[in-house]
Structures are given as C-alpha cells and as structure tokens.
C-alpha cells in the first residue's frame, strides 16, 4: 500500500469554503457599517443646516430689533402712544431673535455624540469577535 500525502480534496474545498464565506462576512459587516456611517453623516448635515437656519433667523431679527430699538428711543420724545409701540415691537423682535438663537445653540448639541450608532455598532461587532475567539472550537457564539 503506497501511503498517499496529499490531503483528500473535500477538505481543501472545505477551507477554501470557509475563507470564502468569511470574506463574505467580513465584506457585507463592512457594508452595513458604511451605510450606516453615510446615514449618519446626512442626519449631521440636515443638522447643521437646520442650527445655520436658525442662526441666521436669530441674527437677522437682532438686527430688527437693534433698529427698532434705536427708532424707539428717538420717538419715545415725540408723543407717548408711539413709544410704547416700538417698546413692544422691540421686546417682540428682541424676544424672537434670542429664541432663535437659542435653538440653533441647542441644535448644535448632541448628547450622545455624532455617529453615535456606528460606534455602538462597532462596539458590539467587536465585544462578538473577542467572545466568538474565546469560545470553546465546538460552540458557536450566540
């Protein structure tokens, strides 16, 4: 009997199979946590933009209430009744723009941090491979 060294060909393919498939993994998990980083980047931009929207409202309406203010103050010597109208229209424009500019501020703020999801994501894809490597060879990771 001639003992033959090459390996039986079932268990070549086998390797080759299972190398293939986890490139397979590793290749959609690689997808799946791009598409959610560029999700997460427009959900970032519309931010930004809504906080830029707002910043602009709020300095916009400062500035109405800046020449209200200054209108105010040169009829409040003509007669009385005008100057409580550009009081008011002064607190109002005065109010609206610092509401405005307080939103933007708040918009700007995120308690979680940007990308949020994908460092979650990557978090928990890292804590399955360092429980999957401490698994006994005949246990899978749940």
Do not use: H
């Not at 040169?74 to 009081?87: Q, Y």
């Not at 940007?114 to 698994?135: I, N, T, V």
Request: charged share 15%; hydrophobic share 55%.
């Amino acid at each position: 009997m001639a003992v033959n060294d090459t390996p039986p060909a079932s268990t070549g393919a086998g390797l080759l199979g299972s190398l293939q498939r986890l490139a397979g993994t590793v290749l959609e998990l690689g997808q799946v946590r791009l598409e959610l980083l560029g999700t997460e980047i427009e959900e970032q931009k519309l931010r930004a933009l809504a906080a830029l929207l707002w910043a602009a409202a709020g300095v916009a309406l400062l500035a109405v209430g800046l020449a209200v203010l200054a209108a105010a103050v040169l009829a409040t010597f003509w007669d009385s009744a005008r100057g409580a109208a550009f009081a008011a229209l002064l607190v109002v424009y005065l109010g609206a723009g610092a509401f405005a500019l307080w939103r933007a501020r708040c918009s700007l703020r995120t308690p979680a941090g940007a990308f949020a999801a994908s460092a979650g994501e990557l978090a928990r894809d890292r804590s399955a491979l360092s429980s999957a490597s401490a698994a006994p060879a005949g246990e899978r990771p749940r």
